[in-house]
């Protein structure tokens, strides 16, 4: 009888697997399970047999098992060692989890920096920022793998190591520009971050296991800040989970008449605490300032922008600038302004989107 | 008796000699069509028949078999009357057996006898005249066209009894004469675009080095206002290539044979519905050249690139980059030229208010993503220009001051592409890879590796933007390409969504 026999006949949600995992460590004590959860082909000694899958689903269960190892997949069960046990405070807690990165996830302190897919410039700008500050003071920033406010605050912190949590199995390609080779979740690896998962592999990316997916964030952080979102946003239930798991909610106030601020307005009605700069988000933490905490940085540095330039984009920063708005407010000619862009974008000063170009980092 | 003359038969611009034979002899009274005839050759005998018949000219007794040879060649079209009716007056002694020797006959009859221009009569004409014509006998209507072409004479005709007193009496008609080539304008000026200066460098650009150029942004940001002045920046056609263009369009039928040669580049906006039978040439039989062989040495503008079904847009890669279209359909190959400069335009995102300031676009980011994504690929890899514009509010449009004319961009493009027409023999957008890298220079070719280290390009991207840097260089009277030349031209790409 192998452990995946018995995760296949009992089903593979969240819940299902908690029960599977509670009844078989029960059975034979954790030892066994964790050494026979780590081999595809791995026997259980259980005196009384749990039911009979059928072939088709041990097949299914043992090609999971496959997929793990394939991926270099480390799986903790509640208690190992391993098992990060912050995580037990959310409701429901899950019985597994499925890591890809370090031996161990992070310790310290860390940040849940959630917000809408569908995201404004001026959230990305935001997430980004606050990421990137919270990194560079030795929080750890988690969020799930989402495009938009996920993919900013993973992408401005990658380096430092950031946990990014799936909503599907680890060998689900999704969403697929982060999943591609060089993508987003190759730099989170890179940088010593993790990419974590509850679900067995070929689970694909269902609204349910998405939703049950942010509580899992909010469980890893000490904090959760809420960036963009509308009304029913994911991120409301990242939030709500954290509160009632009294982990500190904040949430970054936006446009009073865009549809995205519906999520973070709504919590400070409730309320979260107001997030309008790094600090606002290290002091929810204790944590002292980084360099980035504070608005000097980049007054300071050499920049290869011209000033006039460098001015504007940080007076519209987090928005972002067109080019021929760019060229007016710093009274150069269109070409020069051009040129000057693609310097600053190879200098990774500013970044380019179709919206216009900004500054990389907060001024 | 037994008379012969020629024809010619076009498959597509391929011109073909027809040798068209009349005998006649005993038989059952009656005008028997040999030769691959098609529906509409076939109804030539009735054509024929009743304008004798109107024109009292005789006919002959017994049977009538008129040949044209070579048999395996599909004949279509009208255009062969003239000559039916020159064979068969010439095989009945009508006119004298050696006033048809060399001569060849384009034209179709109407039942009085009136001789009707076909379409092709530009090709026609000039492929009788390279098969070697001394004489080619033609409609009088619309012998402005035949008349452009040089080193034959012709035999312009009203009707079908004019050419019998041409053939039989010796009358001389006048000789048809071309009408001056002209610059023919739309009136459509630069300065119209206020604002938009992005895409009116972008347009300059294009213009100066033969670039394509891609528009993005949303409806109602001016996309199609520039595209259309594209062509009034461009220098005149040169004479051969002007005749080559209206070849194309004299064989589609869409060209007034009477109208001067028209110097002016040709534009072609075909709709975003166009079949790829529309855009790129088809059709049964013979098939028919597209929009794209229309805008042949002109400018093909593309609205709404994104809304042209994939498939169609596949079919564009080949002729922009061998500037023909081979059409191969069962019955063989036909090619048409098809070098166009290609203007395409977009929205930024489905709902197409992405970018915008007073509205929020309603797409999400993997949507955008998405639909960015298709025009990714093969065709865009070709397009040098890509720019992204933004809509200008109406009321900063009123304010602003109406930019720089035609006239003065032009002044600046032609001189942009003398320089490098006499550097690199060739417009900066076609010349080969080692010209081109001769022509960017080493510290330039550097500069252009480092930006694209930087930002992730591959190798087709390197290419269009050391291209790119070359026109601006032109542009700017610089015999060597800066590092500011190529920072500006990387700019000239689309920015893929965060």
């Keep these: 009888m192998s452990v995946w026999d018995a995760v296949a006949a009992e089903g593979t949600r969240p819940q299902q697997l908690a029960d599977t995992v509670a009844l078989l460590s029960d059975a034979v004590g954790r030892a066994a399970l964790r050494a026979a959860a780590q081999d595809p082909d791995g026997t259980l000694p259980l005196e009384v047999a749990p039911p009979q899958p059928s072939s088709g689903q041990r097949a299914a269960a043992q090609e999971a098992a496959r997929v793990w190892q394939g991926l270099g997949v480390r799986v903790a069960l509640a208690g190992d060692p391993a098992w990060p046990s912050v995580i037990d405070r959310v409701p429901g807690p899950p019985a597994l989890l499925a890591w890809r990165g370090p031996d161990r996830l992070p310790p310290g302190p860390a940040v849940a920096v959630v917000g809408a897919r569908r995201a404004t410039p001026y959230g990305t700008g935001v997430a980004a920022w606050l990421a990137q500050a919270a990194a560079e003071a030795g929080v750890t920033v988690v969020s799930g793998g989402a495009r938009g406010i996920d993919a900013a605050a993973h992408g401005a912190s990658a380096r430092h190591g950031t946990v990014v949590v799936l909503g599907c199995g680890h060998d689900v390609p999704y969403p697929q520009e982060h999943a591609r080779a060089g993508g987003l979740f190759d730099r989170v690896l890179d940088g010593g971050g993790a990419i974590v998962s509850e679900l067995l592999p070929g689970t694909p990316p269902r609204p349910g296991a998405v939703r049950s997916r942010n509580r899992i964030v909010a469980g890893l952080a000490d904090a959760v800040v809420v960036v963009e979102g509308r009304e029913g946003s994911g991120a409301l239930v990242t939030a709500g989970v954290a509160a009632d798991a009294g982990i500190e909610v904040l949430a970054v106030p936006g446009d009073v008449r865009a549809p995205g601020s519906a999520a973070p307005h709504l919590l400070l009605r409730e309320g979260a605490a107001v997030c309008a700069d790094p600090s606002d988000l290290l002091a929810a933490l204790s944590v002292t300032g980084g360099p980035g905490a504070h608005g000097e940085r980049g007054a300071d540095t050499v920049s290869v922008l011209p000033p006039k330039v460098l001015t504007e984009l940080r007076q519209r920063w987090p928005r972002p600038v067109r080019a021929s708005a760019l060229a007016s407010a710093a009274g150069l000619t269109l070409p020069e302004t051009m040129a000057c862009i693609v310097r600053g974008r190879v200098a990774g000063e500013v970044a380019e989107g179709p919206e216009g170009v900004r500054l990389r980092r907060a001024p | ?498």
Excluded at chain 2, 51 to 61: G, K, Q, S, T
Excluded at chain 2, 409 to 428: I, M, N, Y
Aim: include cysteine; charged fraction near 25%; hydrophobic fraction near 45%.
């Design chain 2, 1 to 498: 008796m037994h008379a012969r003359l020629s024809a010619v038969a076009l498959v597509g611009l391929e011109a073909h000699r027809v040798d068209v034979e009349c005998s006649t002899g005993q038989g059952l009274p009656g005008l028997r069509l040999v030769g691959l005839p098609d529906a509409a050759v076939r109804e030539s005998a009735d054509r024929v028949r009743a304008a004798f018949h109107r024109l009292r000219l005789p006919w002959p007794e017994g049977k009538v078999v008129v040949n044209l040879a070579p048999a395996q060649l599909r004949k279509v079209g009208g255009g062969f009357d003239l000559s039916i009716a020159v064979a068969i007056l010439a095989a009945t002694g009508v006119v004298p057996a050696g006033a048809v020797v060399g001569l060849t006959a384009i034209g179709e009859l109407g039942l009085d006898g009136l001789v009707r221009p076909v379409p092709g009569m530009l090709p026609l004409v000039a492929a009788a005249a390279r098969l070697g014509a001394e004489r080619v006998a033609v409609p009088l209507r619309g012998s402005a066209e035949s008349a452009l072409v040089h080193g034959v004479r012709l035999l312009a005709v009203d009707d079908l009894g004019q050419l019998v007193a041409v053939l039989r009496d010796g009358l001389r008609p006048e000789q048809p004469v071309a009408p001056a080539p002209v610059e023919h304008s739309d009136g459509l000026d630069l300065s119209d675009v206020r604002g938009q200066e992005l895409g009116r460098r972008a347009v300059e650009l294009a213009a100066a080095g033969g670039h394509h150029l891609l528009l993005a942004g949303p409806p109602g940001c001016g996309k199609t206002l520039l595209a259309q002045r594209l062509p009034g920046l461009l220098p005149p056609l040169a004479l051969d290539d002007a005749l080559e263009s209206a070849a194309v369009l004299s064989a589609a039928g869409e060209r007034d044979p009477d109208a001067p040669l028209d110097l002016r580049p040709p534009f072609r906006a075909p709709h975003h519905s166009t079949s790829a039978a529309g855009l790129l040439g088809g059709g049964s039989g013979i098939p028919r050249p597209g929009a794209i062989s229309c805008a042949h040495h002109g400018v093909l503008f593309l609205d709404e690139l994104l809304e042209i079904p994939r498939h169609v847009l596949d079919g564009l890669r080949e002729p922009l980059e061998g500037g023909t279209v081979a059409l191969t359909r069962a019955a063989g190959t036909v090619r048409y030229p098809a070098r166009v400069q290609l203007v395409a335009a977009t929205n930024p995102c489905p709902c197409g208010d992405l970018g915008r300031d007073d509205r929020t676009c309603r797409c999400r980011p993997d949507q955008v993503t998405r639909y960015r994504g298709r025009l990714s690929g093969p065709l865009l890899d070709r397009i040098d220009l890509q720019v992204e514009l933004e809509r200008v509010p109406a009321a900063t449009l009123v304010e602003l001051p109406a930019g720089e004319a035609t006239d003065v961009v032009a002044a600046r493009v032609r001189v942009a592409r003398a320089v490098a027409l006499e550097r690199d023999g060739g417009l900066t957008s076609q010349v080969r890879w080692a010209v081109l890298r001769r022509a960017v220079g080493v510290d330039a070719q550097r500069r252009v590796a480092r930006v694209a280290d930087a930002l992730g390009w591959s190798a087709r991207g390197v290419e269009r933007c050391m291209r790119v840097a070359r026109t601006i260089a032109d542009l700017d009277d610089s015999a060597g390409v800066s590092d500011a030349h190529v920072d500006e031209a990387a700019g000239y790409r689309l920015a893929v969504p965060a």
